[in-house]
């Protein structure tokens, strides 16, 4: 059962599975089957890279975008434009080698698509961008390609270096949009909140506009603050005008709501981004997590089966199989568990680290021993709320569950205050484990009434331990 929040995850590595091969049973057969499909993903992923362009033959003869300039916020161009204005910005770079500004634009811009597409491949090639502008143009005149660092750091979970990459860049020039907003991006994700508020406040006063809007927000719901962190999204949703950022902002407001079990005032917001951009999958994806909460099927599965099979993501991957196996269909989602493991391999090959997600969803789907490996060596680096509540539930997978109280009390803390269902669930099964009903109770319960359909599983399973009828703990919007 997945959180929000992370983005990758991890799903068991089923390498030497297919012993059965030569067998003629049903089960080998249903094997052969997996495997094929798990490699077929890797296939997916390379073919993506070769269609969005890699700056080899395929690339010549692509002009018709403008090339994009070095102000151009890339992380919110719709991703049609992302691609046609990285082929138009290669074809501008083999005439004009020299151009220091385009190669630390290229990059970022590959960065954005790695993260847009599931592509990890992208991140050795962004850095290459960047190191070509840094040889062109010294550091302490580049801070593009400084922020661009920065960026492609934070998208390989590398966070302290993300976040030194970004003090350089503001060093060279303090009003760097994309420093700014990463510097706070690093802070939150190594538990710094406190300087995280600071640092929010800091790049509002600077440069304010929809990437510290949308932070702002999010550091908001951290604190405990959910209501201020819709009233900051719904402001910058009014100040949006193209159609790029109105997907953006307003899919910030369906995810919010959903986290919230507001799941009627969710769709709506998802309705929204999809009228703006109708092919923005991380809408499609809210839109079907939404539909799945609700109980409607149906629609969820025709939802996260399309995301999946635009940008096999581990999120969406597991997404995915969790509404299977609810459903019953346990072979389907055993597959999409299985693809989880093709992506985290090639992510790890790229140098994205992938330890938090690995923790969940090995803790949830595969390997315990490796799961709480993974979380120990994520909370080795980082103490946010997050690494906590992994760390938490991969000791509970294992069985420790009195050393998994301690850090399930701190992701759950008064301080910085977030509240999340997945983190109170954690809590709540942990402490059943312990004999402690009445926290259990009480935890479960806050789960369930603050987002009955948090996760097909888990919320499945906090019924059960409560001893609840199964279509029970839903509410209507407030």
């Known amino acids: 059962m997945l959180v ?38 890797a296939l997916v992923l390379t073919a993506t890279s070769v269609a969005l362009g890699a700056g080899g033959e395929e690339d010549r003869g692509v002009s018709a975008a403008p090339v994009l300039a070095a102000s151009v916020p890339v992380e919110r161009l719709a991703s049609g434009d992302l691609a046609q204005g990285i082929a138009s910005l290669q074809k501008h770079l083999k005439d004009q080698p020299k151009d220091a500004t385009g190669w630390a634009t290229l990059g970022t811009a590959y960065v954005e698509q790695a993260r847009t597409s599931g592509d990890p491949t992208r991140y050795p090639q962004a850095e290459q961008a960047f190191e070509r502008s840094l040889a062109l143009r010294p550091a302490d005149e580049n801070d593009t390609a400084l922020a661009g660092r920065s960026a492609l750091a934070a998208a390989r979970h590398d966070f302290p270096a993300a976040l030194s990459q970004a003090d350089r860049a503001l060093r060279v020039n303090p009003y760097s949009e994309s420093a700014l907003a990463t510097r706070v991006d690093a802070l939150v994700e190594l538990g710094r909140y406190d300087e995280a508020s600071k640092a929010v406040e800091l790049a509002d006063d600077r440069r304010p506009g929809l990437p510290v809007f949308t932070r702002y927000a999010y550091v908001r719901e951290l604190r405990g603050d959910p209501k201020g962190a819709r009233e900051v999204l719904l402001r910058a949703l009014k100040s949006a005008s193209g159609t790029a950022d109105v997907a953006y902002v307003a899919t910030a407001l369906g995810q919010l709501a959903w986290s919230q079990g507001q799941y009627d005032e969710a769709l709506g917001h998802y309705t929204t981004a999809l009228r703006a951009d109708p092919r923005y999958v991380p809408a499609l994806e809210g839109r079907g997590r939404t539909h799945a909460a609700q109980g409607r099927t149906k629609e969820a599965l025709s939802d996260l089966e399309e995301v999946v099979r635009r940008f096999p993501l581990p999120g969406q991957l597991a997404a995915l199989g969790e509404l299977r196996e609810a459903a019953g269909q346990r072979e389907q989602a055993g597959q999409q568990y299985e693809l989880v493991g093709v992506w985290t391999r090639l992510a790890r090959a790229n140098g994205v680290a992938t330890d938090l997600e690995s923790a969940l969803i090995e803790a949830d789907h595969g390997d315990a021993k490796q799961a709480l490996k ?18 938490a539930w991969a000791l509970h997978a294992n069985g420790e569950d009195r050393e998994a109280l301690t850090y399930a009390k701190k992701a759950t803390a008064a301080s910085p205050g977030y509240r999340n269902a997945s983190f109170l669930y954690h809590r709540g099964m942990i402490e059943r484990a312990l004999g402690d009903d009445r926290s259990a109770r009480r935890h479960l ?15 499945r399973e906090a019924r059960s331990a409560l001893g609840a009828p199964a279509g029970s703990g839903s509410r209507e919007d407030s």
């Open 374 to 391: 993974a979380a120990r060596a994520e909370w080795s680096r980082r103490e946010s709320v997050h690494t906590a509540d992994a760390l």
């Open 445 to 459: 319960t806050a789960a369930l009434d603050l987002n009955p359909g948090f996760s097909p599983t888990g919320a």
């Open 4 to 41: 929000r929040k992370p983005q990758f995850a991890r799903g068991r590595e089923r390498e030497g599975e297919d012993e059965c091969e030569g067998r003629g049973s049903a089960a080998g057969t249903g094997r052969r089957r997996r495997v094929l499909t798990v490699t077929a993903v």
